[in-house]
Structures are given as C-alpha cells and as structure tokens.
C-alpha cells in the first residue's frame, strides 16, 4: 500500500489546521508562543481549547491527554473524557483553556531521584506549544512537560527544549559575527533511525524473560547467525511487509514520514528511519514510533524487541541519531558546499561541533549508558566505548591544511571511478562511510551511533546542543572582543583544531589497538554504564548546564540518582527472574530428562556398556551439570540476598555489575550447555533458533 499524499498528519492538529481552525488574531498569537516562546493568554488558549476539541471530536476523539516523557524513558498519559456533568445533569462536551495549558496527573510513581520529597510531591503537565497535538487511539493527546510544583524538570522534554533555546541563543550571535542579519532563529534537525527484532508472539510469550526484562538472560547460541549475511536487506517476509505497510501508514497519519525500512544484519532484525526534524518533534516521533512498533506487532502476532541486545551472540540493536544544525532560513550550518576549504561558516561551526565533542565526550558517553547497552557497546556491531570523531579523508585534509597553513590542493571536482565505462561518474561525497564510528560525518549532519534501540533520543541531544552552545558562546565571546573578526575567526578556526584535533579517528574503531592509541591520545574509555554514570554529576558538567539554564544542579543530581537507580533496578529483575526460571523451568526440564533415562535404565535387562551406554553417559553429564547448575544459582541469590555492604548509589551499582553480573554470567553457562544436552520434549522454552527464524 503506498500512503495516500492527504492522510499525511491527518491526526496531527498542523499549522494548517491551525490556520483555518482558529481566528485569525488568536492564531497570529499562537505562532508568536511558538516561535518566540512569548507568554500565552489563557483567552488565546480557551479560544485554541475549543477549536481542538471540536476538531479531535470530529475525527472521533472521545478522551484527551497530557502526552509526557517522565524519566522512565517512555511515555505517559492520563485520559480524560470530554464529557462534564452541567448542574442540570446533562452531559456536555467540554475541554476549557486551563485544561490544555496544564494537567495535574499527581503521577507521584514516576521516577524524580529525590526532587519531589525535598520540595513537593505534585507534579504538573505543562503544554509543550512547540510540539503538535495529535490522535492516537480516540484519544486527543497533547504533548507536555513535566515539572514539580516549583518548576523542576520531572521529565526529558523540559531540558531538551531549554538546550534548544540555549544552542539558538549562541548560534544567532554567531550568525550575526558572520554579518548574517536575517536569520532569526536555529535550530537542531534530528532523524533517528531505530533498529528492532520482530519475533513471533506465542514463542515470546513462552520466554518469561523476554516478557520481564526484554532481552533472553539465557540460551545457547543457534548454529545459524547472520555469518552468511543472507538478511541484511533482503526482500521482506511477507508477514514483516504486513506489519512494516501497517506501521508507516499509521505512522504517516501521525505526522511521522517513515522513509527507510529494510532487513538488519541480524536475523529477525530490521530498521526504520524517518525523514529528519526539528529535534523536539523528531523526540515525540521516535517515541510515537517504538509504541507503534509495539502495538502493531501484536496485532500481527509479533512480538517487537527493542533491547539493546534480546540475544547473545547475535547483533544487537541501537539507534543512531542524525544531528545537525539549521536555520529558518533553510540553510543546513554543517553542509561543506561546493568549497569547502573556504567555507568559513562550515568550518567554524564544524569546528564548533569537533571541540563540544571533544571537551564533553565523557557527558555524551554518559547519555548512551545503560545496562542493556553495556552488553552492546564495543561488542564489534557497535561502537566502542570511546567518542571519538569521523570525519573522511577529504575533511581531514582540509582540517589539516588549516591547521598547519600548508596549500590546499585545488579543490577539483571529485568523481567516483565505478571501474565500468558505461557507468557514469558519480560526484563523490565529501565523506566515505565508516560504519564503525561512533559520531561520523556523514556528508552534511553528523551520526551518533552509540545510542541503544531502546533508548530516548532526548539525553545525547541534550548534551549536543548543550556542548555545542557552550562552544558557540566561547566562540562569540572571543570574537565580539576582537577588532579585526576576519582574521580573528581564521586563528580561532586553526587553533580549535590543533587543540581538538585529537578526537578525530578516521580508523577502524573495532580494532584492538584502538583503545590503546585512545588512551594514549587521552580520551576517556568508559566501558560501563557504572564508569560512564559520574561525568553527569563532574564539576564541568554541572557548570555546563547550569550556566546555560539547561538544568539546575539539584535537577542534574536528581538525575543522575535515577540513572543509577534504574541500573541497579534493571539487573536486579534480572537476576530474580533468572533465579526464578531456573527453579521454575531448568530445574524440572532437568529432573524430567534424568528420570526418563533411569526409568529407561530400569526397563532393560542387562545393562553393560553396550546396552546402556548411552543413558549413562547421559545421566552422568545431567548429574555434574545439575550439580553445577545449583551451585551456581546458590551463588546469585546469596549474593542477591547479602546485597550491596554499601550505602551508596554508586557503590550498589558497582556491586550489581561486578557481582550480580558475574554471578549471572556463571549461570548462565551452565543452563545454555544443560540446553545442549537436555531433550527437546522435555525443555520447554524455546530456543534461539526457533525464535530468530520463526517469523515468515
Ligand atoms: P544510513 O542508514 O545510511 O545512515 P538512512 O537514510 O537510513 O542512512 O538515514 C539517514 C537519516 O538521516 C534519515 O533519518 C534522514 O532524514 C536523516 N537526515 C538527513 N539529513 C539530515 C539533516 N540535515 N539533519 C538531520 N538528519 C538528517
Ligand atoms: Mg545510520
């Protein structure tokens, strides 16, 4: 099904709706809120109150919701119906002004690492203006912040926002050091390609932990993978192509133009990608998306799998984020152009981006941590964990020409040799691919690929803006204080890169003998969420955000509990469960299997080696196995019960991913050979190969 041109955003309250919905002055005085942030009076609201509801009710709306991020890293809602009693007792559709502009959802479950006890425990929605409000199941839903009585941020929409505002602030007082008086404002544009496996629902409803922590926590690899490469970007399964056509066009009606979609390289693996926006939007988009891809998969008797990683062995998932900047004048900041060597404007906001990656890299590290992406990061699919800068031959040729003053080759016309004189000569980009990179120029955006699948897009590019605009106001601090800004700005270009240039590695970051050249350059290797978490609560850090007004400090430390806590909390359900199915599952699989050779010992005569000697063996493997298998699980649960001696947030961490995983790990060797050996009939969770190939 191609998607019909008119159902594009047909659930989405647009512009043009807007336009032709709402008087002419109230709309003039909502575009003004919108683009400049301006105070909204509660009559302009009343009056957009009334032209909404009418216009969700005409599509069949009957309900309406504060749409919100809290910390969890997904999404919430509490619907009300339009329906209110009048003191006659009638019901009549209502939805008033003060009931759009801010909800109360008390919502006091959600994470808020300590800020609602220190200062109160309501928690409000506040109507995000710059983001549309859209239908999602008969329910009119308008995207919120959230925030505590005293304003602190509760959710990741709050300081997405204000690092917008802070990246715009900066960039336009470069914009005018350029002698650009027109552009009004910039912005990030943001495209975020989203990874997942779609397994066949019964199977996943027979794994408890795909169901309870969203990854298998155990299982032996299959004989096949994806060493043939027979999936990536092969023709779709007709079931997937069922789903993948029913997603882009719900998705298409929500405003969400899904362009790419293909097969990943691992089995069951796929990818979508929509076209980039303004990174507020791109943030409700891609969470619109994940739901969807939840929600339909089931309605196709899919399961979708959004961890980082559901099957050992096998490629996991991530999400890469395309980021770049713009202004409203259309222009792309970070487009090289036609000469790039001469490009100022380029060079200085790509110079910007190089030293904002390199002065925050650990911020941004810490924006990709979690406990499902530790089992992904540096496993040779995904980046290392260590930010580092791809930038192409050609760039870095022209950094360095910069750098030491050398002549720069003329820039000539590059084409590609395709090797066939039929074929035509391609203009060659300014950049060749490296897949292995974690923050890739990639033409004219960066690609931040660190991020897992499950992730919201809304922490790296806090960071992002925030780093960037702490560069930028550096930048145009310097350049407002010097009397010739022409040859201010070459020097400032040159030295930038001389001073960051370290961050650049065009190589392979797979390799082993890249973490050993990074740590000689000094860049930070952070392995873990653990080592990764602190550099949100590093003086540098707090200095950042606060001096833009992105985050308060009892705000980032807030945060930074909740990171920790949701680490720790991860690996705990865990391990429980793992505890758990071995009791439930391992141990009566294995007690059926050995009672079934001894009663088949039993049943026979004579029993010499030429007889029995099968069941013996077996017998004897399941014996050591078991034996193992308790030891092993004795192991985990003392050491969950005996916990962390510490107490301290981090410290538990530490305790979780050096114990609690250890322990985790040793068991689960013994289940996956107990896998290998037990029969079929008697073990009843099914198996890697019959999850990853079972969907056609
Ligand atoms: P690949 O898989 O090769 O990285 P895709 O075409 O799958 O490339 O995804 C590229 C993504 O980058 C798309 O989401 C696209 O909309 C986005 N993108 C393109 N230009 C920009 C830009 N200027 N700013 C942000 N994102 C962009
Ligand atoms: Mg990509």
């Given amino acids: 099904m191609t998607n019909d041109p008119h159902a594009f955003g047909s659930l989405v309250f647009t512009d043009a709706q807007m336009q032709s919905r709402l008087p002419e002055d109230i709309y003039r005085a909502l575009k003004k809120t919108m683009q400049l942030g301006t105070h909204l009076e509660l009559e302009v609201a009343e009056s957009v109150a009334k032209a909404l509801k009418d216009w969700a009710i005409e599509k069949g709306a009957t309900h309406f919701t504060h749409w919100f991020q809290p910390m969890t890293g997904i999404t919430a809602e509490k619907h009300d119906s339009f329906l209110a009693p009048t003191k006659e007792g009638r019901m009549i559709l209502e939805f008033s002004g003060r009931e759009l502009l801010r909800g109360e959802p008390d919502a006091s479950s959600f994470p808020a690492g300590g800020l609602r006890v220190t200062s109160a425990a309501r928690g409000y929605t506040v109507w995000d203006i710059t983001s549309y409000p859209f239908i999602k199941d008969g329910t009119l839903c308008i995207p919120a912040v959230f925030c505590s009585y005293h304003g602190e941020a509760l959710d990741k929409k709050t300081p997405l926002l204000r690092s917008m505002e802070a990246l715009n602030r900066q960039a336009l007082r470069i914009m005018r050091l350029l002698g650009n008086t027109t552009v009004q404002r910039v912005i990030t544009t943001v495209g975020s390609e989203q990874e997942y496996f779609l397994i066949d629902k019964e199977l996943y409803l027979k794994r408890p932990d795909l169901v309870l922590t969203g990854r298998t ?60 926006s303004i990174v507020n939007i791109a943030c409700d988009h891609n ?34 984020i395309n980021w770049s900047l713009a202004t409203d004048t259309g222009i792309n900041l970070l487009d090289p152009g036609e000469r790039p060597y001469e490009n100022i404007q380029f060079l200085l906001f790509l110079t910007a981006v190089i030293k904002a990656v390199d002065e925050y890299q650990e ?50 016309p590059r084409l590609m040799e395709v090797g066939a004189s039929v074929l035509p000569h391609i203009p060659k980009d300014t950049a060749d691919r490296n897949r292995t990179s974690p923050f890739a120029f990639t033409g004219n955006k960066f690609e931040f690929r660190m991020l897992g699948s499950a992730f919201s897009i809304a922490e790296p590019n806090i960071v992002l803006n925030t780093a960037v605009a702490e560069v930028l106001r550096e930048f145009a601090d310097h350049l407002e204080r010097a009397s010739d800004v022409e040859s201010e700005l070459s020097s400032l270009i040159r030295q930038t890169i001389r001073q960051h240039k370290r961050i650049i590695f065009n190589g392979n970051n797979y390799s082993a003998g890249w973490v050993q050249e990074a740590t000689r350059r000094g860049l930070a290797v952070l392995k873990t969420t653990v080592d990764a978490l602190p550099a949100w609560v590093a003086p540098k850090s707090i200095a950042l955000f606060t001096r833009h007004q992105v985050l308060t400090e009892p705000e980032i430390r807030s945060r930074y509990q909740i990171y920790l806590e949701n680490y720790c909390k991860t690996l705990q359900i865990e391990a429980l469960t793992m505890a758990d199915l071995v009791k439930k599952e391992i141990v009566p699989a294995c007690i059926d299997y050995q009672n079934e050779l001894i009663h088949l010992l039993k049943s026979k005569k004579t029993c010499g080696e030429f007889e029995c000697g099968l069941e013996k063996r077996f017998l004897g493997q399941i014996a050591s196995l078991s034996a193992a298998l308790l030891n092993k699980l004795d192991l985990l649960e003392k050491t969950l019960a005996e916990g962390s001696s510490e107490n301290d947030a981090l410290a538990e961490a530490r305790f979780y991913r050096d114990q ?18 037990v029969a079929k009939k008697h073990w009843r969770l099914p198996t890697y190969a019959e999850m990853l190939f079972s969907v056609n």
């Fill in 217 to 276: 926590l155990f299982s032996a690899r299959p004989p096949k993978g994806h060493e043939l490469h027979d999936h990536y970007l092969t023709s779709l399964k007709p079931r997937v192509s069922a789903f993948m056509r029913e997603l882009e066009a719900e998705l298409w009606k929500l405003g969400v133009p899904a362009k790419t979609k293909h097969n990943e390289v691992a089995p069951a693996q796929h990818e979508l990608a929509p076209i980039f």
């Fill in 287 to 320: 969470q619109l998306t994940m739901e969807l891809m939840k929600n339909i998969a089931a309605k196709h008797g899919l399961a979708c799998l959004l961890h980082e990683r559901p099957f050992a062995g096998i490629n996991g998932s991530g999400k890469h």
């Fill in 363 to 412: 911020l941004l590290r810490a924006s990709a941590a979690s406990a499902g992406n530790d089992l992904r990061l540096g496993a040779n699919e995904a980046p290392p964990p260590i930010v580092s800068i791809f930038l192409g031959e050609e760039l870095t040729e022209i950094l360095t020409a910069w750098e030491t003053g050398a002549p720069y080759r003329s820039e000539r």
């Fill in 660 to 677: 609690v995983c250890g322990a985790m790990s040793e068991l689960r060797l013994v289940i996956d050979e107990l896998e290998r050996l």
